[in-house]
């Protein structure tokens, strides 16, 4: 079985005024219908306006940049609109069918990657969205009337309704075009800003590792996964790790550049490339992977299908190595006792982040 593993970078589904949409295609990575994981990568330049919107898959945010971003969403089988605030750093789920808007009411642009499970969706690896309005809107598709009836408009009313306007996913909005203000209490419940929550594995000089469940966030169980971040300083590494789960990984690095390599069910290398900010990699179940941080370090941030993530490492104390016994690890490597001994030594002394070496 030989999978393509490379890296990929998003192309372009829409650029306006307002902004952009960018996707990565499952014709171009056909692992991401294989393992139904999709992504997509919005950028609302200031004042641009996502119009209102749902997609047929469940997924998560993570605010790449800016400060001022404010999202709305009507979550499923609710009549009642929410309105959060989002800065950098920030996760918001999104579940499937809810449908949901987008602004950036700052001074530079709000960019979002959004990952998701695309199992239930119409092109599996991919995210598909249904907007309310504008010239892709779905009120338009109907008969004029049809729409007449349903909303007890005339033909002047109809036109209007469906017509007025004319944008196309998302537009620029006017200043003094007046939005809901975000609510505090529904932000704290809707959103996580991973990037300042405490990790649960830290190593001065070689990074942190923060995981995100369902446990410490509870809303982010209604879109059935887990978040994980990882950063890394200059040269630092992170061990290589395997998911005990079986669980697909989608990782998007998302600052800095580095070295990702990536070891199959053969023992043989799949992957051993440089990546950068804005690759995407699917890492299929099972597959154990390491990072290696470039000069300027690297973040990577990722999800993984489940909302019990379990990993085993292979590197640092906390290694499965430790598990078993001395004379299985003698056996199995094939060395002397004396070997074993510094072999296991050596893994007692470092952690599964390791900083560069001197």
């Known amino acids: ?17 307002g902004g952009g949409y960018y996707t990565w295609w499952s014709s171009k990575v056909p692992l991401l219908a294989k393992t139904n994981v999709g992504a997509g990568r919005l950028v609302l330049q200031p004042q641009g306006f996502a119009l209102p919107h749902y997609a047929d898959i469940s997924k998560v945010g993570y605010v790449l940049e800016g400060n001022d971003g404010v999202a709305g969403m009507a979550l499923r089988n609710t009549r009642e609109e929410v309105v959060v605030k989002l800065k950098k750093g920030d996760v918001i789920p999104v579940p499937i069918g809810s449908v949901s808007w987008w602004f950036n009411d700052g001074d530079s642009d709000l960019v979002i990657i959004f990952l998701g499970e695309t ?35 005339d033909k002047d009313g109809v036109e209007k309704l469906i017509k007025s306007q004319s944008g196309v996913l998302i537009i620029k909005l006017d200043k003094t075009q007046p939005l809901p203000k975000p609510q505090t209490e529904i932000t704290k419940k809707l959103v996580y800003n991973i990037d300042v929550a405490d990790p649960e594995n830290v190593v001065e000089n070689a990074g942190l590792i923060k995981t995100l469940t369902e446990q410490e966030f509870p809303f982010i169980g209604d879109v059935g996964l ?6 890394l300083e200059p040269g630092a590494i992170k061990a290589p790790s395997y998911p005990i789960n079986p669980t697909v990984r989608l990782i998007y690095i998302a600052r800095g550049s580095g070295k990702i390599e990536i070891v199959d069910f053969s023992g043989k290398s799949a992957l051993n490339t440089q990546v950068e900010a804005g690759h995407l990699l699917v890492v299929p179940q099972f597959f154990v992977v390491a990072q290696i941080a470039g000069e300027e ?20 104390r906390t290694s499965i190595w430790s598990a078993l016994s001395p004379s299985v690890q003698q056996a199995s490597l094939n060395v002397d006792s004396e070997f074993q001994s510094l072999f296991i030594s050596k893994i007692k002394e470092t952690t599964n982040l390791i900083p560069p070496t001197t």
């Open 297 to 316: 370090g690297m973040e990577s941030f990722s999800i993984v299908i489940t909302t019990n993530p379990l990993f085993e490492e292979l590197g640092g």
């Open 226 to 231: 887990s978040v994980i971040r990882v950063k």
């Open 1 to 17: 079985m030989e999978l393509d593993l490379t890296p990929k970078t998003a192309e372009v589904l829409f650029e306006g005024d």
């Open 119 to 153: 199992s239930k969706a119409l092109i599996p690896g991919e995210i598909t969205y249904f907007f309310l309005t504008g010239l892709q809107g779905v009120i338009g598709g109907f008969s004029n009337e049809l729409t007449s009836k349903i909303y007890g408009l």
